[in-house]
Nanobody
Framework: QLQASGGGLVQVGGSLRLSCKVS????????IGWFRQSPGKEREFVAT?????????YYARFVKGRFAVSRDNANNVGYLQMNNLTPEDTAVYYC???????????????WGQGTLVTVSS
């Protein structure tokens, strides 16, 4: 079971850190992916971090160095640090987990409920 949190209202240029708490054993075996969905748009990939030590990360082009994904295996939590936010980042953000490491939503079997991020101008 995954639970995303940390969303909220932030002004342009602000920052938020999203958390993804994962229940269950073997958290370190799973890659953690982050996706987002804006009204009227399809769900899109944001970032992902590989299993174990998270040595591998991958980001969508629109991130442009503003976001950072990380994980805390001791506490079963994944993080998405988002900086320099713009109104285009407004969306519901979802975390997902899977034994595979990928950029496509269909590659992830386990999903959280989503947390809303609103960036005001």
């Amino acid at each position: 079971q995954l639970q995303a949190s940390g969303g909220g209202l932030v002004q342009v240029g602000g920052s938020l850190r999203l958390s993804c708490k994962v229940s269950g054993p073997s958290f370190s075996d799973y890659a953690i992916g982050w996706f987002r969905q804006s009204p009227g748009k399809e769900r899109e990939f944001v970032a992902t971090i590989s299993w174990n030590d998270g040595d591998h990360t991958y980001y969508a082009r629109f991130v442009k160095g503003r976001f950072a994904v990380s994980r805390d295996n001791a506490n079963n939590v994944g993080y998405l640090q988002m900086n320099n936010l713009t109104p285009e980042d407004t969306a519901v953000y979802y975390c997902a987990a899977d034994l595979r490491y990928g950029r496509n939503a269909h590659e992830y079997d386990f999903w959280g409920q989503g947390t809303l991020v609103t960036v005001s101008s």
